[in-house]
Nanobody, 117 residues
Framework: QVQLVESGGGLVQAGGSLKLSCVAA????????MGWYRQAPGKSRELVAR???????DYADTVKGRFTISRDDFKNTVYLQMNSLKPEDTAVYFC???????????WGQGTQVTVSS
């Protein structure tokens, strides 16, 4: 059983920064693709960034150049450094764990990020 715990959300002014963390209680972490998704009120959940087991990142166009995803396989942790935050980044951010060639996809409980203008 995999469990994810996110932390690091909060309230920040536009232009500010936050760093999200997601710790995975999982026997297999190094092979997993770890992702950050977000869901704003009234909108669908969308991919923000993901990082493959190789360490290769992938970003949504809306956050390229502002957000950085990273992982520490020794700590079973994935991070999302968010800089130059905008009010439109306001959402609940969810961590996701997915194994390649598998239907297994686990979600964290989410952490609220609010960016004030």
């Amino acid at each position: 059983q995999v469990q994810l715990v996110e932390s690091g959300g909060g309230l920040v002014q536009a232009g500010g920064s936050l760093k999200l963390s997601c710790v995975a209680a999982a026997k297999i972490f190094g092979l997993a693709t770890m992702g950050w998704y977000r869901q704003a009120p009234g909108k669908s959940r969308e991919l923000v960034a993901r990082i493959f087991s190789s360490g290769t990142p992938d970003y949504a166009d809306t956050v390229k150049g502002r957000f950085t995803i990273s992982r520490d396989d020794f700590k079973n942790t994935v991070y999302l450094q968010m800089n130059s935050l905008k009010p439109e980044d306001t959402a609940v951010y969810f961590c996701n764990y997915a194994l390649p060639r598998s239907v297994l996809s686990i979600w964290g409980q989410g952490t609220q990020v609010t960016v004030s203008s």
